[in-house]
């Protein structure tokens, strides 16, 4: 019988370092986004967001020919929530903002990062203010939200907000 060996692991600090250096780094990218209304260019790699996201997988699936790639345009997210979806694809960890967090929570639901939403609802829970509330709220009872559409916030979110603004 064989030993099945030992799996040891490194320091996970220096690796989501290291890989966090590599968003929107154009060495050894392989794929350009033209990001939001700006048009802004944003460098990845192609095959960590395939093997980190089913929608990116769909969306970078195809073969390219030889030659370089033409830029994939993603013009409804906001650069820097498309920046924070791949800060989390790349590190596994995200630095939010209130002040974007909601763009990057419907990023989030458009890419199937259930993960992403999950860390995305605690931090606005965590900082909660009136202006984020009822930013919070006419998204959640937007009828054309990406995040109603896909799926709602959850009843007891909505709850809290409404519960903070005293209703």
Do not use: W
């Not at 600090?13 to 890989?19: E, G, V, Y």
């Not at 050894?28 to 960590?48: I, K, N, T």
């Not at 370089?68 to 694809?89: D, N, R, Y």
């Not at 995040?147 to 979110?157: G, L, N, R």
């Amino acid at each position: 019988m064989e030993n099945p060996g030992l799996v040891v692991q490194g320091q996970a600090a220096s690796f989501s370092t290291a890989l966090r250096s590599l968003v929107n780094n154009p060495r050894y990218s392989d794929v350009c986004f033209v990001v939001g209304q700006e048009r802004q260019e944003v460098f990845a790699h192609r095959c960590l967001l395939a093997c980190r996201c089913n929608f990116f997988q769909r969306l970078l699936g195809t073969e390219t020919g030889p030659g370089v790639p033409s830029p994939v345009v993603l013009s409804t997210v906001p650069t820097e929530a498309f920046l924070a979806v791949l800060e989390f694809l790349y590190a596994n960890s995200v630095t939010l903002h209130r002040y974007s967090v909601l763009e990057v929570l419907t990023a989030a639901v458009e890419y199937g990062l259930e993960e992403l939403r999950e860390l995305c609802l605690e931090f606005v829970m965590k900082v909660l203010d009136v202006e984020l509330v009822c930013e919070a709220l006419q998204c959640s009872l937007h009828p054309c939200s990406i995040v109603v559409i896909v799926t709602p916030f959850p009843s007891a979110f909505q709850d809290k907000l409404l519960k903070f603004l005293d209703i």
